[in-house]
Structure formats: C-alpha cells, structure tokens
T-cell receptor, first 113, second 110 residues
C-alpha cells in the first residue's frame, strides 16, 4: 500500500537555488494538498488542487509554484529558495467532498542555507 | 482567516494518568478531525466529528464536538507511552481543504 509518496525525503539547498518536490498518490483521489510544518505553527496550507487541471492558493503561497501534472501527481516548486523556506513539507490527498480524510506522505525535510 | 487554537501546547504526564486536550475555532467547519503524528511521519487520522454535541470513543480516547461546532476535546484515559505524539485538530473547510491547528505535543512517561 503505497498511499502518498513524496520525494526526496531530505534536501539541503543554498539560497537562490531551485528545486521541485514530487508527490504522487495511488488512491484515485481528486484533491491534493501541499503543507509546510514549522515548530509551534502546525500545518499551513501552501497550495491545493481540487481536481486535475486546477490549483488554488492556500494560506502561505508566496515563493512557491505548483503543478497538477495529472490525477496522481502534484509537484511543488521553489524557484529561488530562501532560508525562511526551511521547513518540513507534507503532501496530502483526499477524496473530493466534505468530511473526508486527508492521507499524508512522510514529508520532505528541506534546509536552505 | 480561519484559525484553530489548541491547548495545551505541551503536556508531559506519567503513565496511567488521564488528560484532556482542547481545540477551539473562530469559524464553523463542516467537520472537525483529530490526527496523530509521530516523529518523521505524516499525520494519521484518528476520528472525524460532524454533528454538534457528538461524542465518539476509540478505545481509551474520547472525542467530543461542541454544540456550536466550534470546539472539540480529546480525552485520553489511563495514558500509555504509546500515546506519545503530536495531536492535531483540523477543520474540514466544506470540502475545499483542511485547516490545521498548531498541535498538542504529548509525552507519556513510563
């Protein structure tokens, strides 16, 4: 049972470098999400995608872009990494509709130096 | 901005003790959920509460949803070291996305 798979698990970037975080789910879910988790701040929504071909900004979208490549894959791109983007990033997916469950990947720990 | 607050932020107790953690919202969500997260892992759903006043039990865990559907509590009876983790409440934003609280970090000492 793969569920939600994120790559890479760890990454160190220099300020100004770019990278893409990959996420794939095999549960046929329509909705996918990117969150960042920082100490004492819980999970903050960066972007979400309600269905293939649509994306919407969440609470903290600045400095990020996303692509919903197909139903399975939702990637998060940092064009020019900043130290403030040091965080743990989680991808999640869910069925569309109310009162559903979010399934999370194992996270990507990103450090920007 | 929809906000969820959780209290306490940290809790350290001895095995066998009871505890309650709280989640309060400034908004009404279609449902509230409780997740548990262990180090190095993503959150995993424990329960969803939908109806005001609802009480759900999951073994030693009891979840309650306030009548106004803006607050929830999680009560653990006879805590065990295996209950250690980060407990997150989340509001289902009417099917659009999930809003998470900052979490309560629980440590149960043997």
């Amino acid at each position: 049972n793969a569920g939600v798979t994120q790559t890479p698990k760890f990454q160190v970037l220099k300020t100004g470098q770019s990278m893409t975080l990959q996420c794939a789910q095999d549960m046929n879910h329509n909705s996918m999400y990117w969150y960042r988790q920082d100490p004492g701040m819980g999970l903050r929504l960066i972007y979400y995608s309600a269905s293939e071909g649509t994306t919407d900004k969440g609470e903290v979208p600045n400095g990020y872009n996303v692509s919903r490549l197909n139903k399975r894959e939702f990637s998060l791109r940092l064009e020019s990494a900043a130290p403030s983007q040091t965080s743990v990033y989680f991808c999640a997916s869910s069925l569309q509709g109310v009162d559903t469950e979010a399934f999370f990947g194992q996270g990507t720990r990103l450090t920007v130096v | 901005t929809q906000l969820l607050e959780q209290s306490p932020q940290f809790l350290s107790i001895q095995e066998g003790e009871n505890l309650t953690v709280y989640c309060n919202s400034s908004s009404v969500f279609s449902s509230l959920q409780w997740y548990r997260q262990e180090p190095g892992e993503g959150p995993v759903l424990l329960v969803t509460v939908v109806t005001g006043g609802e009480v759900k039990k999951l073994k030693r865990l009891t979840f309650q949803f306030g009548d106004a559907r803006k607050d929830s509590s999680l009560h653990i009876t006879a805590a065990q070291p295996g209950d250690t983790g980060l407990y997150l409440c989340a509001g289902d934003n009417y099917g659009q996305n999930f809003v998470f609280g900052p979490g309560t970090r629980l440590s149960v000492l043997p």
